[in-house]
């Protein structure tokens, strides 16, 4: 099939465990697959995004969600397979953990962070998203050595004591989450653009205690 190589790409990394569990995988998808992602993100009209998402919170509904919708769709497919049980199987086998497929719902979103813009320190659990899996595809117009994923041991930890992954072409950074794993976006004089897919649990479904990792 033209996707498998992203498994094997997913069994051949390695598994880094400071300051928590994480992959980062360079050159991830091929160019012709990357370049879907690419063209799908340029579809959208983000200005127009920005007043949806405005009349969706004042709905009370997930703003950043939309932002799949707007898109040509050429990478529908590469979504697809994104999505299926046996990428969620394989980044599971990679990491050690397990939870019922059956509890998971896929969560899929292009993401724009625009020159300055920052998140506050933050994991996937305590910020609502429920979230138990994380694939987020980069693809800047130029690559750094800086901006992108801050990984934190603690909450509000300062940058230059975090572990500050560089924002790259094509890198694709996979983790699972727990009440441990903070994260950061730092601000800076850069255009961040990128895939991310989240497998959250669905309501009713979250586990008592997030702790995935064998003992």
């Not at 009349?55 to 994104?82: A, D, G, M």
């Not at 500050?164 to 890198?171: A, G, K, V, Y």
């Not at 983790?175 to 730092?186: A, D, G, L, Q, Y």
Request: proline residues 5%; glycine residues 2%; contains cysteine.
């Amino acid at each position: 099939m033209q996707f498998d190589y992203i498994q094997e790409k997913i069994k051949n990394a390695v598994v880094n465990h400071k300051p928590w569990p994480y992959i980062t995988i360079k050159n991830f998808l091929s160019e012709e697959h990357l370049q879907l992602l690419v063209n799908d993100w340029h579809s959208i009209d983000w200005k127009q995004h920005e007043i949806e998402k405005l009349e969706l919170e004042r709905n009370w509904e997930q703003p950043n969600w939309v932002r799949e919708f707007y898109s040509k769709q050429e990478s529908k497919l590469l979504i697809e397979y994104l999505s299926t049980k046996e990428i969620f199987n394989c980044v599971e086998d990679k990491f050690g953990v397990s939870v019922d497929w059956n509890d998971i719902k896929v969560k899929p979103l292009f993401k724009r962070d625009d020159p300055w813009a920052a998140d506050e320190s933050h994991t996937d659990v305590h910020c609502g998203v429920n979230s138990y899996m994380v694939i987020q595809i980069f693809f800047p117009d130029k690559s750094y050595n800086e901006f992108g994923t801050v990984l934190q041991e603690y909450y509000d930890q300062q940058f230059e004591e975090s572990l500050e992954l560089p924002l790259i072409r094509n890198s694709a950074n996979i983790f699972i989450n727990t009440p441990e794993t903070w994260h950061v976006v730092k601000p800076g004089d850069r255009l961040r653009k990128s895939y991310i897919q989240r497998f959250v649990f669905k309501e009713g479904h979250e586990p008592s205690d997030w702790d995935h990792y064998k003992k």
